[in-house]
Nanobody, 124 residues
Framework: QVQLVESGGGLVQAGGSQRLSCTAS????????MGWFRQTPGKERDFVAA????????DYADSVKGRFTASRDNAKNTVYLQMNSLKPEDTAIYYC?????????????????WGQGTQVTVSS
């Protein structure tokens, strides 16, 4: 059983940057593809980014491509989401998730383990 804990959320002005972290425990971190999703009230949870087990492959939603970067440090059991040029529409609760399997899946149900989420608010 893998436990995931996100941190780094908060309030930031539009155009600013923020880095989210997600630290895993209870499993072999390098076995998992890691994903980032986000959700706003009344809407479904949307894919943001994913990074493969070794970090060589990444995938991003079109809405964040070129602005967000996913990375990981397997020695620290941590995955990061660097968010630059933030926009008010990036405001959401951000979740990290872990998947067993190949590739960098975008589908929520491919991910078996989820963190509790961290709120990111971008003010205009």
């Amino acid at each position: 059983q893998v436990q995931l804990v996100e941190s780094g959320g908060g309030l930031v002005q539009a155009g600013g940057s923020q880095r989210l972290s997600c630290t895993a425990s209870g499993g072999t971190f390098g076995r998992y593809t890691m994903g980032w999703f986000r959700q706003t009230p009344g809407k479904e949870r949307d894919f943001v980014a994913a990074i493969s087990k070794g970090g060589a492959s990444t995938d991003y939603a079109d809405s964040v491509k070129g602005r967000f970067t996913a990375s990981r440090d397997n020695a620290k059991n941590t995955v990061y989401l660097q968010m630059n040029s933030l926009k008010p529409e990036d405001t959401a609760i951000y979740y990290c998730a872990a998947a067993i399997g190949l590739g960098v899946p975008r589908r929520e149900y491919d991910y078996a383990y989820w963190g509790q989420g961290t709120q990111v608010t971008v003010s205009s």
